[in-house]
């Protein structure tokens, strides 16, 4: 009896000079910084589209991306090399200041609220604000919530407002017990009560907004870190101008907004305010 025969798997070798062909295409499109020493999680996460496609190495691979010749591909190249990194509730700080500094002014203007989740990955962070948007303003504030992202991939996830049971983790019981439905599997889904308030949308952020604005308050969190000090400046300002008067611009707490010429105040680490707004 003979053995089968193993098929090799493709050539997953990635060159110095690819690898800075893959930093720049990845640059020029998102503005992500991929920094030295990444090779082996580049060569992981587009090993997957290699063997997807079927392709002999990763070296074709990077040639036909940069060239152009894969048509529909160059999304998923974005995809894989974003970082999706998130989770309900994270940063609760953020959302404390909304509930205890932030919400009872809505309430008490009764106006339409329009919030912005900008860089949401799977969905956690809008799905976060809509529950306290519906625990802690009273049902006669309009609230609507824009969530973008630049990956299509985590954008589908977000849509199906699915999470397993390890995700659901971050919520707190009365919130899970309240918006979400368990499901067979332990996982959880969100109630219309949540979904109805949260629209996604395809955005990168280094390109054209189409929307008008302004937002009352603009969550950017934990995405500018992969940004140079050029872009982060451009997009806060950019940000700034789409706030509404008294409007509020939370980013990470690791990125620091120090250096910046943004014209926002600051009340808090990692919260801005644009002026004005009768606050
Ligand atoms: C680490 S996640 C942060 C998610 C969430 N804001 C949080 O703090 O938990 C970063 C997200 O930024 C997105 N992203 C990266 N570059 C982007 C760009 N140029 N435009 C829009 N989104 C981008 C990634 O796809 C990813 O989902």
Not at 85 to 109: M, N, Q, S, W, Y
Not at 173 to 201: M, N
Not at 227 to 248: E, N, Y
Request: charged share 20%; net charge neutral.
């Amino acid at each position: 009896m003979t053995a089968p025969a193993l098929t090799a798997g493709p050539d997953l070798h990635l060159s110095p000079t690819e690898y800075r062909t893959v930093a720049e295409l990845l640059y020029g499109h998102s503005g992500i910084r991929l920094r030295e020493g990444k090779e082996a999680l580049v060569i992981s996460r587009l090993g997957h589209r290699v063997r997807a496609l079927r392709l002999p190495s990763l070296s074709a691979y990077v040639a036909a991306i940069a060239k152009q010749e894969l048509p529909g591909e160059f999304a998923h190249f974005i995809d894989v090399l974003t970082t999706n990194k998130t989770g309900f509730f994270r940063e609760d700080a953020h959302f404390d200041f909304l509930i205890e500094e932030v919400f009872p002014r809505f309430a008490a203007e009764g106006r339409e609220v329009k919030i912005w989740s900008a860089a949401c990955s799977s969905g956690e962070e809008p799905y976060t604000l809509a529950m306290v948007v519906r625990e802690h303003l009273p049902s006669s504030v309009r609230v609507r919530i824009l969530a973008t992202d630049i990956s299509h991939r985590i954008l589908a996830s977000a849509q199906a407002a699915r999470y397993t049971a390890a995700q659901a983790e971050g919520i707190p019981a009365p919130y899970r017990q309240k918006y979400w439905t368990r499901l067979p599997d332990g996982g959880i889904e969100a109630k219309p009560e949540l979904t109805s308030l949260v629209r996604f949308a395809h955005l990168n952020l280094t390109e054209a907004w189409p929307m008008k604005g302004p937002f009352d308050v603009i969550f950017c969190r934990n995405v500018m870190i992969y940004f140079d000090r050029d872009l982060q400046s451009k997009l806060v300002q950019r940000f700034g101008a789409l706030l509404a008067p008294g409007g509020i611009l939370a980013v990470g707490h690791a990125e620091s907004l120090t250096g910046i010429t943004h014209g926002l105040e600051q009340l808090q680490p990692a919260v801005y305010r644009r002026a004005g707004g009768g606050w």
